[in-house]
């Protein structure tokens, strides 16, 4: 093993967000000891939201590409799948044979089923080591990197998953573990791959108690110079406390891609060198999004004449699980209360009066503030349509005479008031309000 080198990394500008439920990504841009762009998904693999999945393999019969798998960019893998974000894995073959087949270097499952296995003799061995240690995901997400078990296709530990291997373990336990291996070949001085190239690189890593998977990608673009091996390595064990890591394939196969939690778009989120490469395999990355907006409140914004025994409902945003409820007479209301349902019976409502409310989606860590939505209650007699002071015959033919009218329409005119329930046209919503007013001067609240 080559010793590990001091780090040299001072923070400069960083950037934190949580995308996802259980995903945190940051965002660094370093100047010492050169430009970098650096990516750092980290993934919390105790959320029951996250789930992954290494590219399969070709369908065995008929297997039109010859190969164990085909190329494929990792945004176009992404997307494939509907996941949220998705990583450059293996080496492969490089350049694929025309039909877009290639074989992977190093083990490789993909939803429990192995397709390549370890190699004892990578043709790369400047910088691929014989049987190259392997991350296993298994389907609960317990995840730890293990050897080569009994046989080429299995594991020293656990049963292959989603399985994936690079060149070496860069992290052991907490230490920086290059490996010696002999120096590129034609280069003048020898180099060695591990320590003196400086390029774009693939990392992935755990957390010593095993719960967070670090997801790493240092550009060679956009104004980013990369890093070597040993370099990241050590910013991985020294920053982010990474405990065992592999380095996965780098130069122009690096490739992180996310899909925007808002529009669902997914994009290329690192500058990739070359432009985004079709690779042999990606893993993709499943979390739930935050929660979206709660929609079409009713009462809606800006109703008026609305009963004092009204209801409250919405549309639930997509990806909510339950909201916070806030209500009341001062904007934005007080809180009510969390809720699974879509409707809140707030009791009866003062006549005359403005109220405001707003309906804050949630959904684990995540809270969505809603907007704030107002109506106001209708004034007392509300059913005395002909302003004698009670509810009476002439009332109820003027609601007879409106029912099925669309208020919107210019020719209604005199129907607004029959519309007691606010919802656009006079229907039997309408009458259901009305006939417990129907009694004279006696009238119910809210009448």
Not at 407 to 421: K, Y
């Amino acid at each position: 093993m080559v010793a590990a080198a001091p780090s040299s990394h001072l923070r400069a500008a960083v950037t934190v967000s949580q995308p996802y439920r259980g995903v945190i990504r940051i965002v660094r841009t370093e100047s010492q000891p050169r430009p970098e762009n650096i990516n750092i998904i980290e993934i919390d693999l105790t959320d029951p939201g996250v789930h992954f999945k290494l590219s399969p393999a070709n369908p065995p019969s008929p297997n039109t590409y010859s190969n164990e798998t085909r190329v494929q960019t990792t945004l176009d893998y992404m997307n494939q799948e509907s996941a949220q974000l998705a990583v450059n894995v293996h080496f492969f073959d490089f350049p694929a044979n025309n039909n877009g087949g290639t074989n992977l270097t190093g083990i490789a499952a993909s939803l429990g089923n192995v397709y390549s296995a370890f190699d004892p003799n990578p043709v790369l061995s400047y910088a691929i080591v014989p049987n190259s240690p392997a991350l296993n995901i298994a389907a609960d997400n317990h995840s730890e990197i293990v050897a080569r078990g009994a046989t080429d296709t299995s594991l020293a530990s656990g049963v292959p998953f989603n399985t994936l291997s690079g060149s070496a373990q860069i992290i052991t336990n907490g230490q920086t573990t290059i490996p010696n291996v002999p120096t590129k070949p034609n280069t003048d001085p020898p180099l060695h791959w591990y320590t003196d190239q400086i390029a774009a690189r693939t990392a992935i890593g755990l957390s010593q108690d095993g719960n967070t998977l670090f997801v790493f990608t240092v550009d060679a673009a956009g104004g980013s110079q990369g890093m070597s091996v040993i370099e990241m390595a050590d910013f991985l064990r020294t920053q982010y406390n990474v405990y065992n890591a592999l380095n996965l394939d780098g130069g122009g196969s690096t490739t992180l891609s996310m899909a925007d939690p808002t529009t669902h778009v997914g994009s290329v989120i690192n500058a990739s060198s070359g432009g985004p490469r079709a690779v042999g395999s990606s893993l993709a990355i499943f979390a739930e999004a935050a929660p979206l907006l709660a929609t079409a409140p009713n009462p809606h914004d800006g109703a008026t004449g609305v009963v004092t025994s009204a209801t409250l409902s919405w549309t639930s945003g997509s990806y909510a699980t339950s909201r916070d409820v806030y209500f009341g007479t001062v904007t934005p209301g007080t809180f009510q209360g969390n809720q699974a349902s879509t409707t809140y019976d707030p009791g009866t409502l003062s006549p005359a009066t403005i109220y405001y409310w707003r309906i804050d989606e949630k959904n684990g860590s995540f809270t969505t503030t809603g907007a704030v939505w107002s109506f106001k209650t209708a004034s007392v007699p509300r059913a005395d349509f002909d302003g004698d002071g009670d509810v009476d015959q002439t009332d109820f033919g003027h609601l007879q005479n409106c029912f099925f009218v669309d208020i919107s329409v210019p020719t209604s005119s005199g129907c607004e008031d029959a519309d007691l329930t606010g919802s656009g046209n006079v229907d039997s919503a309408d009458f259901t309000t009305f006939l417990p007013c129907f009694g004279g001067a006696n009238r119910p609240p809210g009448c």
